[in-house]
């Protein structure tokens, strides 16, 4: 039966998983199929929302991971034929996704930034960024099917359409798996969604201390805005939460200014502010690589300088 | 004892490559290296090894014969031999071509195993594709994004790191990981440490000692630079500078 199929954990996934698929299938003349877990989206909203079939993933037994759906998902791909599967690269979504191309001897383009079918060549283009975000490469897949991620938030999520109708069918439990989740240890609080922020300070590993960061926050506060950070002080230090990673393993941000406040300028993390109206910065490395990918920035120490800046900004 | 494989890769240092004229990537003046997060993954072989009270980590890598210089480099982080899978034409490789080299070689060559750790990403391609394909191909579990782990009574336990917080997850052995960055800290290897590498033993396979066709799904239709580039006006930590700064903040038009 071939056509875009979407497999989702949650609804925001399926949304916007649903948008990015209706990228390709009114070009590729075919169907969207929504493989979703119970309890994120409704079929109703999923056929709203563009999908013409829903394939409603069983409920997993308490300690069976997500992963556990492979095989279930296997043998309904291979059954229809998909051109194309798309999940989300969240954690479980880029496991699951690699491994089941590695079933489908299906070629995969992770974290996929632009997605379009071109016609004169019968193929699916797609982008993404590689040597740590210095290069974009640009991939084609003409074999089906061919398995895509996307980075939460990358793609305009799927708007409701009146008078769409469409089946919904539900697929068997899974056998058990064998990685069994014996604890879950779930985040205490969800921080802030930064992607949308208009002015964001990022503190970097320039920052002696977990405490030193407040000053960063209070620049933040006096600007308006929110705090970002670099992965070393989320991943390594843990000293903010995760989804204020900036970069290639964190998310692409788009303010309108971003202040990075002892932050080297690796390519990992600025290919993350791309998107960044206004750049600048504040490090002591005169010859830090961060200066030639600000537009404006001061050569000094952040501990000096930002108590300045937040007076002059008073004033 | 554990037999543990560390799968790593020798690759571009990204901080040398250039914009070239039309925007092509200038490798001109290009050095190279073990992934980063790649040695976190032979790091984890090697503490996992010892705290198994001995065994052998195994190292394997996939790339043209110019990585042998990567192979000297991950022995030198304590391993104890590697396998060097190199053929000239292993140089722009899809994640779905290394993992099958790497499953055939892994099925071939080393019978019997406890253990495989991958880095979460390579730092090229940075497909996090790798390690879960190997895992599907030889039939194994496979827990991605471990930031803890232990082996005991022929079981992992592993801490793996989800949007939404931890899953502390079991396994039985042979499985594979893929590890995150604060799963340990590196060594850096030392003078002795180098000079050990080159006595520990290397076994190279060539591509015609291999039976697959790894044939590449995907077709890379460009690889482009991208411009991060701005106009870079650097300011004094004087009160000129500092004022140039606010109001350059002022003009951006975010703040009044
Ligand atoms: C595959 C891969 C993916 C990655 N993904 C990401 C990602 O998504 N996001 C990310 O951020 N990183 C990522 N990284 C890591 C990245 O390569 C860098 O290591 C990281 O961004 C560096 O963080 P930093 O600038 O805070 O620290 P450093 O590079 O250590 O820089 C600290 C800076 O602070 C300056 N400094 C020190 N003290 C002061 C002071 N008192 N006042 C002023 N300046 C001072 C120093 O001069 C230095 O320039 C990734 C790496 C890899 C390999
Ligand atoms: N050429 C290679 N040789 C050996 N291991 C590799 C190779 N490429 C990738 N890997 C392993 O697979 C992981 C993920 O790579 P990737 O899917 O390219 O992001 C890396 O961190 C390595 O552990």
Known sequence: ?315 | MPTIVACFKWVVDEVYIRRGAGGALDFSSVDYKIGEYDRNAIEEAVRQRDAGGGGSVIGVTVGTPESAKGVKDGLSRGMDQAFFVSDPSFKDLEPSQTAAILAEVIRSRIPQYDLIACGEGSSDLYAQQVGPRLAELLGIPCVCFVQKLSIEGGRLRAERRVEDGVEVVEAPLPALVTVLPDINTPRIPGVRDTLMAGKKPVITVKRDELTGTFEGALKTAAMTASSLERTGEKLAADSAGIARFVDSLRKSGVIK
């Open chain 1, 1 to 315: 039966m071939a056509g875009i199929w979407i497999v989702a954990e949650t609804r925001e996934q399926a949304f916007e998983l649903l948008g990015a698929g209706r990228l390709l299938a009114p070009e590729m003349e075919t169907t969207v199929t929504a493989v979703v877990a119970k309890g994120s989206a409704s079929p109703q909203e999923c056929i709203a929302r563009g999908a013409d079939e829903v394939l409603l993933l069983a409920e997993l037994a308490p300690g069976e991971p997500f992963g556990a759906q492979l095989p279930v998902i296997e043998q309904e791909a291979r059954a229809s034929s998909p051109h194309a599967i798309l999940f989300s690269a969240t954690a479980r979504g880029k496991e699951t996704a690699a491994r089941l191309s590695a079933r489908l001897a299906a070629g995969l383009c992770s974290a996929c930034t632009a997605l379009a079918f071109d016609k004169a060549t019968g193929s699916i283009v797609m982008e993404r960024l590689a040597y740590g975000g210095a290069a974009i490469q640009k991939l084609a897949a003409s074999a089906a099917p061919v398995v895509i991620t996307i980075p939460p938030r990358s793609f305009e999520p799927a708007e409701a359409m009146d008078g769409r109708q469409g089946k919904t069918r539900e697929l068997p439990a899974p056998p058990p798996s064998a990685v069994k989740i014996v604890e879950r240890k779930p985040k205490e609080k969800v921080s802030k969604d930064i992607t949308e922020a208009r002015v964001i300070v990022c503190a970097g590993r320039g920052f002696d201390k977990k405490e030193d960061i407040a000053l960063a926050r209070r620049l933040a506060d006096a600007l308006g805005g929110e705090l970002g950070a670099t992965r070393p002080l989320t991943e390594e230090l843990h000293w903010l939460p995760e989804d204020l990673c900036i970069g290639l393993s964190g998310v692409q941000v788009k303010p309108e200014l971003y202040v990075g406040l002892g932050v080297s300028g690796q390519v990992q993390h600025m290919t993350g502010v791309r998107g960044a109206k206004v750049v600048c910065s504040v490090n002591r490395d005169e010859n830090a690589p961060i200066f030639a990918l600000s537009d404006f920035g001061i050569v000094g120490d952040l501990y000096e300088v930002v108590p300045k800046i937040l007076e002059k900004l008073e004033t």
